[in-house]
């Protein structure tokens, strides 16, 4: 009944290592740009600031009561209006997912930071550093590596998110697998080999982080 | 740019503003747009609340069976469950059991297309549920299992009125997250024609070409949502506290 004898070589070269391609580079993309905003966001949160905590925390709270989908397609509906051009699926789909990305690493990042003891904060100030100084050389090194588990997990969960720009067309791993599915009519056997592709790429990826979680529990 | 909220008095087929704003419904009634968002917002509702209750069905029976001592079969295959459904994205799963399930086994032949999403979205949830559940049961101390035990309760008597009780009291949290969870992705079900809300904002918006006061009415929905079922959950936290634990004691003080 089902017939996987279609899925070749070529095909895989033709139709899929192209969206593979887009889909880690989106992956990528939006963790870097997700990290630097949200670790941003996380900073004027915690700053004890009204006017630099109140926006940022509706933004992130904002963000996420709303279902990426939802985001997708206000980015795919909005960014043309703005600049008054298309700029096309892919573009909207980086922007939109470091925007909403942002929300979610800035709630591990502050995590993160609170998770440090208070002394340490104190250390810092008492050698004389800036706000700056103890943040860069104190606090955050050792916040990003309290977090790093969670941090990758979420990387994960952001890969297997970037199936969703599939809706607004864009050129991704899951937008191969239907198109060679349809083209060479076995739409089925592709949406079965899709989800074994996305099975391994995050199970090995899961079974990675999960070693490096016991590595680091045993250093600290 | 001016928003025309007009929009959505708006007659469905022939766009007349429709005063009252409500259509007259029935088969040869008429619709309006605001008619039509309220029931995409039921189908959101219904989609996201069975989802929801296969979820934690499934979730905990799976969460139970990898808790239980000697048999590690079971625990196995509760692991395998928990890796499968976590691993594969949320919309090639419904894909799969939308234009696959159904060829491949035909007991599902007949099952509607709603039911068939409900199961995907919720055994995709039953994985988090059950990796909850299985912490809540762990973090329990040894003590509760033994006393269980003690009592001459059976396995299922102990799990039944000793762990599970107390477990799913803890996990009420992450369990908040999850229910807030599958509200959102419910909207994955836009993908195969489930008229839901995301459905209704991305056809609706191009329908009247209104698509900013289309998408702000149906972002506000949204959120009205997470917060409604956040404040739902809180309640069922408060009630159901453990008298003596840490989070019993609500802010501070004796």
Redesign the interface.
């Known amino acids: 009944m089902l017939d996987f004898s279609f899925f070749t070589g070529e095909v895989f070269r033709g139709y899929i290592l192209q969206g593979l391609y887009f889909s880690l580079a989106l992956t990528a993309v939006s963790t870097l740009g997700g990290t630097v905003f949200g670790t941003v966001l996380a900073l004027m949160r915690l700053s004890g600031k009204g006017f630099l905590a109140w926006p940022a925390t509706v933004y992130v709270n904002g963000m996420r009561s709303i279902p990426l989908l939802m985001v997708l397609l206000w980015f795919f509906l909005l960014v043309p209006f703005i600049i008054g051009r298309p700029i096309g699926a892919e573009l909207t789909a980086v922007i939109t997912f470091i925007a909403f990305e942002a929300a979610y690493f800035s709630e591990i990042v502050r995590a993160g930071i609170q998770s440090i003891a208070r002394g340490q904060i104190f250390a810092g100030q008492a050698l004389g550093m800036s706000y700056g100084q103890n943040m860069r050389l104190v606090i955050l090194p050792q916040a990003f590596r309290n977090m790093t588990p969670v941090f990758l997990t979420q990387t994960i969960i952001l890969f297997q998110d970037t199936s969703l720009v599939y809706i607004i067309t864009a050129h991704d791993l899951l937008h191969g697998f239907t198109v060679a599915g349809n083209n060479l009519s076995h739409p089925r056997e592709s949406f079965i080999l899709a989800a074994v592709f996305y099975f391994v790429i995050c199970f090995s990826l899961s079974w990675a982080v999960k070693k490096l979680q016991a590595k680091i529990a045993i250093i600290r | 740019m001016a928003l025309d909220w007009q929009v959505f008095c708006q007659d469905t087929i022939d766009k007349t503003v429709v005063k009252g704003c409500f259509g007259t419904g029935g088969a040869t009634g008429t619709q309006t747009y605001l008619d039509w968002l309220l029931q995409a917002w039921g189908q959101t509702i219904i989609v996201a609340g069975l989802s929801l209750i296969v979820a934690l069905v499934v979730g905990a029976i799976i969460g139970t069976i990898r808790t239980l001592p000697d048999n590690p079969w079971l625990a196995r295959i509760g692991n395998w469950w928990v ?2 459904f ?8 419904i ?2 059991w939308y ?2 399930v159904p ?2 086994i035909p007991a599902f032949a007949k099952t509607p297309k709603l039911a068939l999403v409900v199961f995907g979205l919720g055994l995709f949830t039953s994985a988090r549920v059950a990796e909850q559940l299985r912490a809540g049961i762990q973090a329990l101390p040894r003590g509760q299992r033994y006393a269980g035990m003690a009592l001459g309760f059976t396995t299922l008597q102990y799990y039944r009125y000793v762990l599970l009780p107390m477990a799913f009291r803890i996990i009420i949290p992450p369990l908040t997250s999850e229910a ?1 969870n599958i509200f ?5 079900a ?2 195969v024609s489930i008229t839901e ?2 459905f209704f ?2 056809q609706a ?1 191009e329908e009247t070409a209104r ?2 006061e289309i ?1 702000m009415a ?2 506000v929905l ?2 009205i949502s ?2 409604a079922i956040n404040r739902i959950m809180a309640f069922i936290e408060k009630r159901s506290r453990v008298p003596g634990l840490v989070a019993s004691t609500g802010g501070g003080g004796h």
Not at chain 2, 86 to 93: E, G, K, M, Y
Not at chain 2, 184 to 188: A, F, L, T
């Open positions: 890796e499968l976590r691993n594969i994205p949320l919309l090639v799963q894909f799969l234009h696959v060829v491949l807030m959102k992705n419910s909207s994955v836009f993908a809300l995301t904002a991305q918006g698509g900013i998408y149906v972002t949204y959120v997470a917060f």
